[in-house]
């Protein structure tokens, strides 16, 4: 049976009667890769928490707005874009309690964010105002699919044993980005700018994040299913650990 895999959506405002919203790309990228996806709405309850964490067997956090920065010990700046408070409550107290049962996780764009975030790292709230060499790393009206800007992949990291490849395009949809890795990650990848792209976890069996949107290359750059097959037989084995 495929492992069940939960997807945090968005939301666009932040107010309980507005809906979630999930680009299908996402849940596609793990049904195609040998998951189950199962969406998790927001809660602030500790027993719902805990019965989607005995649910599911591997957590996915998917891209989106910016992320408080109170989280990381800052004051807002005037280049912040939108957020969603309750989404990073979730997010963070989900990521908490996932990590303590060494549950796998991959974060995409803002999902290494907030997985960074919630570890203990930090953000560029805004890199065109607070990196000054930085590339364009959100450019408008360009296809999703196509590439932005090559990488450096370390070849010692278990993203380059992935991927097998020490320099992919990738695309770019991001303002903010990780500017202190938190403790107990590697980075893994950095933009030619050195906006890190990729960092992974040296304590937990698998937990890994990535600063681009993969889901959206499946299709033009097919290499990066690995990383989705390598997260889900991640889930697979981790379901079946519990299940002994």
Known sequence: MSPLIGIIPSRLMDDPSDNYHIRAINVAAIV?????????PYSEDPALLDRYLTLISGLYFTGGCDILPDYFGEAPIPGLGELCPSRDAFEIRLYQQAAKLDMPMLGVCRGVQIMNVAAGGSLYQDLGSQMSQALVHSPKGVDRALPCHNLQIDPTSRLYSILKTEAPAVNSFHHEAIKKPA??????????????????????TFSLGVQWHPEDMLRSAPVF???????ISAAASYDKARCI
Request: net charge negative; charged share 20%.
């Open 32 to 40: 195609q890769n040998g998951g189950t996806p199962l969406i998790l």
């Open 183 to 204: 403790p107990g990650y590697r980075v893994t990848a950095l933009a030619p700018d050195q906006v890190i792209e990729g960092i992974e976890s040296t304590e937990l």
């Open 225 to 231: 299913a690995e990383l989705y097959k390598a997260f």
